[in-house]
Each structure stands twice: as structure tokens, then as C-alpha cells.
């Protein structure tokens, strides 16, 4: 397991990737059972907070992790991305309505 730092132009082509092979493998209109709303966006928001609560159990609260102030530093700000991720996530599910900052989020 390396460590990667990509930029957001690298992020960007890795989500356009990745939405070029579902769409090859699922059709063009794969998205939309994802999208707010849907069932496949209520199971992402389940998996987020999921993943979220079973960071902060087993990994911020490890006693290694407290005991080292930067394995817990980075350890938190994986937790808080999860808790950010599961906010943005379900402000749009369940709230129905996309921000509007935001644009389409399917290019392929």
C-alpha cells in the first residue's frame, strides 16, 4: 500500500475512468440508479456512515493511534472527511435537491 498524493486533475481522470467502464459494462444511463433519491445513492449514504463510525471505533480511538499524535492527526481527518462525505451525501438525498454549485457529476 503506497502512499499517492494525487492532484484533482488526476482524481478527475480516475472518476471519468472509472464512469467510462461502468458505462461500457452497464449502459449509458448507469447512473441514474445512483443518483439522490435512489436507492443506490440511500445504500452510499448507509456505506458512509458505516465506514465513518467503524474509522472512529477502530481506528482514532486504537490505543496506538492516541498514543501517536500523527497517526491521530491523520486519523481524524480521514474520520471528518467520512462525516463531511455522509453530510454532502444525504443534504442531496434526502433534502431531493442537487447544490447549486454543482455540475453534472457524470461526464462518460
Known amino acids: 500500500m503506497g502512499s499517492r498524493n494525487l492532484s484533482p486533475a488526476d482524481v478527475e481522470r480516475a472518476r471519468l475512468c472509472q464512469a467510462s467502464e461502468l458505462a461500457t459494462a452497464s449502459g449509458a444511463g448507469w447512473a441514474d440508479a445512483y443518483r439522490p433519491g435512489s436507492p443506490g445513492c440511500h445504500e452510499l ?4 456512515a458505516m465506514f465513518a463510525e467503524m474509522l472512529e ?5 486504537h490505543p496506538a493511534c492516541v498514543a501517536n499524535p500523527e497517526w491521530y492527526r491523520l486519523a481524524e481527518q480521514a474520520a471528518a472527511a ?3 462525505l455522509y453530510q454532502q451525501i444525504g443534504a442531496e438525498h434526502l433534502g431531493g435537491e442537487a447544490p447549486a454549485n454543482r455540475t453534472n457529476e457524470v461526464s462518460a
Open 45 to 48: 449514504l448507509d456505506r458512509t
Open 82 to 84: 467520512l462525516r463531511e
Open 57 to 61: 471505533r477502530h481506528l482514532v480511538d
